[in-house]
T-cell receptor, first 114, second 114 residues
Framework: DTGVSQDPRHKITKRGQNVTFRCDPI?????LYWYRQTLGQGPEFLTY????????KSRLLSDRFSAERPKGSFSTLEIQRTEQGDSAMYLC????????????FGSGTQLSVL | AQSVTQLDSHVSVSEGTPVLLRCNYS??????LFWYVQHPNKGLQLLLK??????LVKGINGFEAEFKKSETSFHLTKPSAHMSDAAEYFC????????????FGGGTRLMVKP
């Protein structure tokens, strides 16, 4: 069990550019979540997958955001036409169905939009 | 909709003294409540959970929390602080739905003085 891994750890980009983050959950976990955390705040739910199906999306997830989990394993989160307000820590978490309360979080990807 | 309020953004204690981190919740149904801890450069880790069983919940590293419905509180305590307890602590409520979307409080930074 290597835990939830996220790549990259840090990303600096210019406003208007597209960025993509990757999350590798714990291998036997069928649920995968994306959260966003801004400085001084708690994480906010963005979206979650059950296997490859995206079952819920927050209103925070604008049309510029898209997430995929094509084979029910790793997931990607893409932000198009980044804005300065997108600067945040993007956290991925995974869990087993039936043990939903025990989320395992990755260390996150810190995005800075200049 | 459910929410949690952490009453202190920062708490400072001396090593060996008790810890109290306060949390109030708002929920229209019987909630599931959690405390997560976030150490610098590490992923969020589940500390303990309350899911309508015993009202006094014991977690890892000597932490415990008591669910008080009459006060809508779920305060986190530890009898004796250790330097390694210095971290950010989040009180969390679940929406109770199939997706288990978690709503985080704003966090309390615990500082432990030698």
């Amino acid at each position: 069990d290597t835990g939830v891994s996220q790549d990259p750890r840090h990303k600096i980009t210019k406003r208007g550019q597209n960025v993509t983050f990757r999350c590798d959950p714990i291998s036997e976990h069928n649920r995968l979540y994306w959260y966003r955390q801004t400085l001084g705040q708690g994480p906010e739910f963005l979206t979650y997958f059950q296997n490859e199906a995206q079952l819920e999306k927050s209103r925070l997830l604008s049309d510029r955001f898209s997430a995929e989990r094509p084979k029910g394993s790793f997931s990607t989160l893409e932000i198009q036409r980044t804005e300065q307000g997108d600067s945040a820590m993007y956290l991925c978490a995974s869990s087993l169905t039936g043990e939903y309360e025990k989320l395992f979080f990755g260390s996150g990807t810190q995005l800075s939009v200049l | 909709a459910q929410s949690v309020t952490q009453l202190d953004s920062h708490v400072s204690v001396s090593e060996g003294t008790p810890v109290l981190l306060r949390c109030n919740y708002s929920s229209s149904y019987s909630p599931s409540l959690f405390w997560y801890v976030q150490h610098p450069n590490k992923g969020l880790q589940l500390l303990l959970k309350y899911t309508s069983a015993a009202t006094l919940v014991k977690g890892i590293n000597g932490f415990e929390a008591e669910f008080k419905k009459s006060e809508t509180s779920f305060h986190l305590t530890k009898p004796s602080a250790h330097m390694s307890d210095a971290a950010e602590y989040f009180c969390v409520v679940s929406d109770g739905g199939a997706g288990n979307m978690l709503t985080f409080g704003g966090g309390t930074r615990l500082m432990v003085k030698p």
